[in-house]
């Protein structure tokens, strides 16, 4: 005789089915399909067991499903008076306040990384849950001249779409020139006029700077 068996049914999270008025003594096995290549990692308590008239049987069945994603934080220093070995500090905060150990290139306290980078260096947090939220944050370097721009510091990390924030620092610093004509001489004209060119390095600059 082929034991009775319920037709498959589907729960959703929170949802439950009862079976009632089962006979006492039966035994029952309650299996799940399989969803790990979904990514879902099952748990289940009771599963298996005997139909008692006393004491109701529960077959609890727990889906966890965690992706993991990557934060990229880059540096760039720009300007034609800044310093390309000048390290920068940074601070990542994640709103998961839990997060405490070594993820890729970055070291977490509480949610939190501190570290520093030069011009072209960049460092990756890998392995952080899916969802949780980011704010990167650059110490205030405008006291040394540096103006900061900033893209992706602030967001989501996606499994699917790595997170990049990228930080730019430029410092120009600008001075003058000036070109000064003495005449000499016993017949000297000192209303003649003199021609100058002056020839810059950086042929980039056009414009009017100063007096004509």
């Known amino acids: 005789?082929?034991?009775?068996?319920a037709e498959p049914t589907a729960r959703k999270d929170g949802e439950s089915k009862t079976a009632s008025g089962l006979s006492n003594?039966?035994?029952?096995?309650?299996a799940e399909a399989d969803y790990?290549?979904?990514?879902?990692?099952?748990e289940s308590t009771g599963a298996e067991g005997t139909i008692d008239d006393e004491k109701p049987a529960t077959a609890a069945f727990i889906n966890t499903r965690d992706t993991y994603g990557d934060l990229t934080?880059?540096?760039?220093?720009?300007?034609?008076?800044?310093?390309?070995?000048?390290?920068?500090?940074?601070?990542?905060?994640?709103?998961?306040?839990?997060?405490t150990g070594t993820f890729g290139d970055m070291e977490f306290t509480n949610g939190k990384a501190t570290f520093e980078l030069k011009d072209g260096q960049s460092k990756t947090a890998s392995g952080l849950p899916n969802g949780i939220t980011y704010t990167v944050s650059e110490a205030d370097y405008s006291g040394d001249g540096y103006v900061t721009e900033s893209e992706g510091a602030e967001g989501?990390?996606?499994?699917?779409?790595?997170?990049?924030?990228?930080?730019?620092?430029t410092r120009d610093t600008y001075g003058d020139l000036t070109v000064s004509k003495t005449v000499k001489g016993n017949d000297a004209d000192t209303n003649k006029a003199f021609t100058?060119?002056?020839?810059?390095?950086d042929t980039t600059v056009s414009g009017t700077y100063g007096q004509n």
């Open 1 to 5: 005789m082929i034991p009775p068996s």
């Open 156 to 169: 989501t990390i996606d499994d699917e779409v790595p997170a990049t924030a990228v930080f730019t620092n």
């Open 196 to 201: 100058f060119t002056v020839t810059l390095s």
């Open 36 to 42: 790990s290549a979904d990514g879902n990692v099952t």
């Open 73 to 99: 934080v880059t540096k760039t220093v720009n300007g034609n008076d800044a310093d390309a070995n000048k390290a920068f500090t940074f601070i990542v905060t994640l709103s998961d306040t839990t997060i």
């Open 25 to 30: 003594g039966v035994t029952y096995t309650v």
